[in-house]
């Protein structure tokens, strides 16, 4: 958007720490957002065109949508799974649902070849018609509730459905050429398809009418005449639920001119709403959205003392916000900057970082735009400049990696931890350095240790030699140049934090990309692996006049 207005940035330093991170909320800009703001724009439909469940939920079922030049299909699958075999772990072998979004519309011999694949999931096989695999499990205790409710003509308690949050949760919603689906390359310039992860949140969207579907079906089965179907205004607090765990957390650390990306166009959307005059219009959308996620906080559950923790502190403080604006609204072409001055002075980093979030809601005309520049071509930023002289790589050093440059790495809880990939499932762990003998197997996700090791091995060569000469000596280094270069040009690519110390928290990480996605209602359930809930309030593919409304989120 030529001649915009914006405020500076918000520096690297202050950004990328993982406290903050961890803190990051779901916005405008999350991914599922912009897909479905996407699918409005392109006049795309959705319906289904197969429902093959029997009376004891066991069956498949197709669902499609249908764009200018192209459509997609979700295959789902039922099973019938015994309690003793649900689990959300990644190591399960068997699940109550199971999924692949098919790239067109598949033929009866394409649904008999996934019929024996997909319920298998990893051990099965899949081909590049396929662009995403994916499993969910029931909740056990919801599912059957609402059933049951359904069935005897009654409608569920909402505060039960907003609580929850969603009747299934997905385990794994696996893409990008991962056990022979669709490589990410082929399907990248597809307008519908361009932003990042948009095949797997439409995959977790037609999952989502699937599951109020299937509790609409056995409520009729089990109650004939009499069932009733899930009412509207209750179906919209149906989310998607989802367990992730470690196997996402090194995204972040392997991913950096991406990563620098999305917070990018996160942190150039807050510079141009600071930037922007007060409007009626916009400040009525301010209110009602804050208020909105007031009432979200109150009912925000989970049993981890960390997010309690933070739970407890964000309600007091969007009170406060809430009472600062009605004592000193924001008024006139600085109004907003004003606000957020006033919160980056006096909340704290989880509510600073919702109320980033909410000053975007009101203004999606501002900031919307973002949204399709949040991919990158990452071959093209992968080549190391070999000219560059040793001395300017140890200036970016000395700019970009004070925070590793200033940490003690002879410490022990300087690198208590270590990173590798599992033998049995191929996904990433977290290891105790001390008490784990697993150094000859770690992976070089330890950035900070790598750029200061790196630095020191520079300092024994002149300031005009070549980065070329230096790795033709010093192979090992390749990735720590690569990685500095890199981020001397992406600001935001680099977390500045150790991701290998004692008291580091994978749960930042995930909780971090998972903003992005578009997750509300984090639940760790440990320090390394948490339960969020997708779509929670959105339109459904039966309601494609409210897909480009977009003023969805945290109203349940």
């Not at 033929?107 to 024996?116: C, G, S, T, Y």
């Not at 989502?208 to 509207?232: E, K």
């Not at 996700?445 to 020191?456: F, H, Q, T, V, Y």
């Not at 290998?500 to 971090?512: Q, S, T, V």
Request: glycine share 8%; proline share 5%.
């Amino acid at each position: 958007m030529d001649g915009i207005q914006q405020t500076g940035l918000r520096p690297p330093s202050e950004v990328m720490r993982l406290d903050r991170m961890g803190c990051f909320h779901a916005s405008r800009l999350s991914f599922l957002r912009a897909m479905l703001r996407r699918l409005a724009r392109d006049g795309w439909q959705a319906d289904r065109p197969v429902w093959q469940i029997d009376d004891h939920g066991v069956g498949h079922a197709v669902y499609r949508v249908r764009g200018p030049e192209r459509s997609y299909s979700l295959v789902a699958f039922a099973h019938e799974l015994p309690d003793h075999m649900r689990s959300d772990r990644v190591i399960a072998e068997a699940w109550d649902s199971t999924f692949a979004l098919f790239d067109g519309e598949p033929d009866a011999a394409d649904i008999a070849r996934l019929e024996k694949n997909v319920p298998l999931q990893e051990a099965g096989r899949v081909t590049g018609r396929e662009l995403t695999l994916s499993r969910a499990n029931r909740s056990v205790r919801l599912f059957k509730s609402v059933v049951e409710t359904l069935a005897a003509g009654g409608q569920p308690d909402a505060d039960d459905l907003a609580a929850t949050g969603y009747l299934m949760r997905t385990t794994a919603v696996y893409g990008s050429a991962k056990f022979g689906l669709c490589d990410r390359e082929a399907i990248a310039d597809r307008p519908e398809l361009s932003g990042p992860f948009r095949a797997e949140m439409l995959t977790v969207w037609l999952i989502r009418a699937f599951t109020v579907d299937l509790v609409d079906h056995l409520a009729r089965v089990a109650g004939g005449a009499n069932a009733a179907r899930l009412a509207p205004d209750l179906r919209r607090r149906v989310g998607v639920g989802n367990s992730t765990g470690l196997g996402m957390a090194p995204y972040l650390i392997n991913h950096p001119a991406l990563i620098h990306r999305w917070v990018l166009a996160r942190e150039t959307a807050l510079a141009r709403v600071r930037a922007a005059p007060v409007t009626d219009r916009a400040l009525a959308g301010f209110r009602d959205v804050l208020a909105r996620a007031r009432h979200h906080v109150a009912g925000w559950r989970t049993d981890h003392a960390n997010q309690q923790a933070r739970i407890a502190g964000l309600g007091p403080d969007l009170d406060g916000l809430i009472a600062h604006l009605d004592m000193q609204p924001p008024a006139g072409t600085d109004g907003w900057d004003l606000l957020w001055r006033w919160g980056a002075d006096t909340l704290d980093l989880e509510a600073q970082e919702m109320l980033l979030s909410l000053m975007l809601e009101p203004h999606g005309d501002l900031v919307d735009d973002l949204a399709d520049q949040m991919a990158v071509d990452e071959e093209q930023v992968f080549a190391i400049d070999g000219a560059q002289p040793v001395g300017a790589l140890r200036r970016q050093i000395a700019a970009l990696y004070d925070w590793a440059l200033s940490c003690d790495w002879q410490a022990p809880e300087a690198t208590a931890r270590l990173w590798y990939v599992s033998e049995e499932k191929l996904e990433p762990r977290l290891a105790e350095r001390a008490s784990e003998p697993l150094g000859a197997y770690e992976q070089p996700l330890a950035p900070g240790r790598d750029i200061a090791a790196l630095d020191k091995a520079l300092a024994a060569w002149a300031e005009e030699q070549s980065i070329a000469g230096f790795l033709d000596d010093n192979p090992r280094h390749r990735h720590a140049v690569r990685r500095c270069q890199m981020a001397a040009k992406n600001d935001y690519a680099e977390i500045r934090d150790n991701t290998i110390a004692a008291k580091m928290l994978p749960i930042d990480l995930l909780r971090a990309k998972l903003s992005f996605f578009g997750a509300t209602g984090f639940d760790p359930r440990s320090d390394r692996w948490v339960r969020i809930t997708l779509f929670q309030g959105a339109p459904y593919p039966d309601e494609p006049a409210d897909w480009a409304a977009d003023d969805w989120m945290w109203r349940t």
